[in-house]
């Protein structure tokens, strides 16, 4: 597939490696078409990797992995526009971290919203599917590093939510669980304060949550 | 030892049988003291059973089960007078669920705060230990039910985390991390709005997170 990876902090370049892994043609997008991160990156990943714009990499793909970070998220979404996204399937994998009230931070939005509801509001052709937010990014694309925890996602159409589990299957993910609509991503969004809180115990953030007795 | 369990709720019996059936001698406690729900609970219970207010609940024992309804929490507490509950050891298993906004219930404390740091202020001499409030009650006492999740714990006293360890190992719980000071609250409350999403997929409450990958 033609993928456009918006973000170019650590999880935009550990998803966008694994996508060229997995054969597929990636546009890295940023700021600056210029941006030095995507360039070495692009570099690196050969002749199915590309850099450009946010509005590049949202335009020349069929599906886009939404890596802001989330302060900037819908601040970057309102500058490429909805119609940058048309229809096509978004997975967020964003969190509304506030970096500016001290550690471990707090979320900016959650318990009656979350930062998935609001980037389908935003995108409201698209279809949002909120998926990998909870765990690290090595985890992202490499599940067995932590023993395969459950993925739980969510979103309002059933068809991209396939779509999304079909490709994350790729990423290693064996269990996916289906929350339901993207008001479900209030739940895996209001994980990540203990997973904060884990990482902290540990050490280390290679760990997730395994669904057990369902 | 005496525990004290305040709340007759289906979490405050399942938790007050569980106790009697592991040789504890419980009082259960009700804002009345002929409460239907606790006669009924200390008359099938037998001769280590024994029913009260939440003050002679708090008072004739030396460790208490906080069982009450998120909304009613703090108002039980402060009825009932910080020295009632002197230096004993609190195990907190109320979430700030608020079921007059609809379903799902959002938090009514959240993300800068939580139920369990506000019940820690309002007893500042108890040792505060939440617990189990991220699972259905009859995982809490059996969680062999749902495959041995684990059980995230926080609280600012190490003995008091020590007590209850000890005390939730006779529940069944094999897995129990620590995950630090009261504040850490915050995240196991915040645990809720995605369990309850899963139950409402699983159609059961039967189930639990075991951390994987540690």
């Known amino acids: 597939m033609k993928i456009g990876v918006l973000g170019t902090g650590m999880v935009g370049v550990t998803i966008a490696t694994k996508l060229i ?81 001290g550690t471990p931070p707090p979320l900016m939005i959650c318990n009656t919203d979350s930062l998935g509801e609001e980037v389908q509001k ?13 765990v690290n990014c090595e985890v992202m694309v490499n599940p067995a590093q932590a023993e395969n925890p459950t993925l739980l996602i969510c979103g309002n159409d059933a068809d991209a939510k396939k779509l999304v589990t079909f490709l994350l299957r790729d990423f290693g993910w064996d269990e996916i669980i289906d929350l339901g609509g993207i008001k479900n991503a209030r739940g895996t969004e209001m994980f990540v304060p203990a997973s904060l809180s884990l990482a902290h115990v540990f050490g280390h953030s290679h760990f997730g949550f395994r669904v057990v007795g369902r």
């Open 21 to 101: 892994q997995l054969g597929h043609h990636v546009t890295m997008g940023a700021r600056s078409p210029e941006n030095q991160t995507a360039a070495h990156w692009a570099k690196a990943g050969g002749v199915n990797a590309s850099q450009g714009t946010f509005t590049d990499a949202a335009l020349y793909s069929e599906l886009i992995f939404l890596c802001t970070k989330g302060e900037a998220t819908l601040e970057v979404i309102h500058t490429v526009g909805r119609d940058a996204f048309g229809e096509k399937v978004v997975v967020d994998v964003t969190n509304p971290l506030d970096f500016s009230r």
């Open 122 to 134: 935003a995108l409201p052709y698209a279809r949002v599917v909120k998926a990998l937010n909870a």
